[in-house]
């Protein structure tokens, strides 16, 4: 048995960041992985998609130049190349965080799956290790629901996507959210047939249905089939091809396609800690019970990412660390719910959210006043020629509080932290409205819009 002070399970992004601050705090700190280092963000999520995402643009720009006066000629895409990119762009990040986790004063890496023996004890194979404080940071894994057929063919998840070389003839996308429509528009901007099936009335569902409809516009357009309404999926081999019973309202009631990416959710990795052995609460999804600092039912284990249920993005899962750290070595009571929703969906144009949809407000029964412009409306996204989209806000009609927004559009993912910092500084949107913004720029049309606010219900 081998002692610590802090043993910290998954090398995500949280896991690192506190490894990193426990051990220069003088601290003796395991830290454990047994797979590759930077989880989901880095090897098989994130980094790797944005990173295929931009191949994709890059490809649309080329297939579009002649409208921008330019000639080049056939556009072929090289997925062979495509990949390699990606790769070398995860490979540098991966391999940047291992040798830091290595060389760290007052660390010790561990290779190979941690299990808990009891509160304080962890085994990684033959090997014990005891600490008064454990972190968790297992991240999650694609879910595979039991859908009929679907373990008679192979079928494609985020993880296994990573190793795609070719240009899928038809690849059929299951799940109209946020990894599905990456997926989804990217291959069909790297050449592919693409079908997106969604088992909800509408694409990305959590979101406003102005919105929805507005990315299944901009996908559609680039020629993605979409299927909504899919409420009984089933699969079946037949040669070459998948076929996938959709039983949608309408549209035929069969797609043929020749790869299945499966995209319709996430868990934890949980299952596999036993958990059960150091009484640490999950709850009935295998999430980690975390009170608002992070803390499970168990003194002196926290656990942080995916795991928790709190987030699933890697900067929730790094803003848990920085919860955690601030206090435990800062004296700085932070908490979970001090942060504000924030996320994108990296389509192109991509969706950047803060706070509460337009539905959420509604619910909330306040008085608000709502204010939205079409990115035609927009003179940098006409001028780049990328004018889908369009930008909202909502505001308190009282309090003069920002309650949340969304930058569907060109720079979106951007763009929309000059409203959520006012939020976090808790300014009324009046302070937005008065702020000159650069020329040209998506920015600058927030102040524009914030003039056009109007009661929440009225006809726009
Ligand atoms: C396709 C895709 C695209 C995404 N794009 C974005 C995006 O653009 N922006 C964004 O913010 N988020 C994105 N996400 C989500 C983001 O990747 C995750 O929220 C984030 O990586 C969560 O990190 P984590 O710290 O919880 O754990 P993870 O990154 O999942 O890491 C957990 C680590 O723990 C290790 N581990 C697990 N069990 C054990 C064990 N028993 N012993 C030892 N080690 C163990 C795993 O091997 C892994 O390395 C995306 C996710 C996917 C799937």
């Known amino acids: 048995m081998t002692d610590y002070d802090a043993i910290v399970i998954g090398t995500g992004q949280a896991g690192p960041y506190v490894t990193s601050r426990l051990a220069g705090a003088g601290m003796k700190v395991a830290v454990i992985e047994r797979n590759v280092f930077g989880g989901t963000c880095v090897n098989t999520g994130c980094i790797p998609t944005k990173t295929m995402v931009a191949s994709a643009y890059a ?14 000629g056939s556009v072929r895409v090289d997925m062979k190349r495509v990949k390699a990119r990606k790769d070398a762009v995860s490979r540098q990040s991966r391999t940047g965080l291992e040798d830091w986790l290595r060389n760290m ?25 005891h600490a008064d404080k454990i972190f968790i940071n297992v991240g999650g894994r ?29 690849l059929i996308v299951v799940g109209g959210s946020y990894i599905g429509l990456e997926f989804g528009q990217m291959f069909r901007r790297f050449g592919a047939e693409v079908t997106v099936i969604e088992m909800g009335p509408r694409l990305v569902g959590r979101e406003d249905e102005d919105v929805s409809s507005a990315i299944q516009e901009i996908v559609e357009h680039e020629g993605v089939a979409v299927r909504v309404n899919a409420k009984c999926l089933g699969f079946a081999k037949r040669g070459d091809e998948i076929v ?100 994108a969906l990296y389509i192109d144009p991509p969706l950047g959210r803060a706070g509460m949809t337009e539905e959420e407000v509604r619910k909330s029964g306040r008085k608000a006043l709502v204010a939205k412009r079409p990115m035609t409306r927009v003179g940098r996204a006409v001028e780049k020629g990328e004018t889908q989209g369009f930008m909202k806000i909502a505001v308190d009609a009282e309090s003069g509080a920002i309650l949340g927004a969304a930058i569907l559009g060109t720079g979106g993912d951007e763009v929309i932290h000059s409203i959520l910092d006012v ?33 929440m219900d009225s006809p726009r």
């Open 142 to 170: 694609a879910l595979v629901p039991d859908m009929p057929g679907l373990r008679e063919i192979d079928f494609l998840t985020n993880s296994s996507m990573m190793s795609v070389d070719f240009l899928p003839k038809h």
């Open 105 to 129: 004063e007052n660390t010790t890496v561990y290779d190979g799956h941690a299990r808990f023996e009891s509160a304080h004890e962890v085994s990684i194979g033959q090997e014990r290790l």
């Open 244 to 343: 996938a019973s959709v039983d949608c309202a309408d549209g035929t009631p069969r797609v043929h396609g020749t790869h299945v990416l499966l995209a319709v959710g996430r868990r934890p990795n949980t299952d596999d800690l036993s958990l059960e052995k150091a009484g640490v609460a999950v709850d009935e999804r295998g999430y980690v019970v975390v009170d608002d600092q992070l803390r499970t039912s168990v003194p002196g284990i926290w656990a942080l990412g995916d795991c928790n249920g709190k987030g699933a993005f890697t900067h929730t899962s790094y803003n848990d660390g920085e919860v955690v750290i601030a206090n435990l070595l800062e004296n700085d009571p932070r908490r979970v719910s001090d942060r504000i929703t924030a996320y």
């Open 423 to 455: 939020m976090y500084a808790k300014a009324p949107w009046t302070v937005i409205r008065r702020a000159m913004h650069i020329h040209p720029t998506v920015s600058e049309l927030v102040p524009t819009m914030l003039s056009e606010l109007r009661p």
């Open 59 to 72: 490809a649309r720009v080329a297939a579009r130049a002649a409208e921008y006066g330019v000639d080049v």
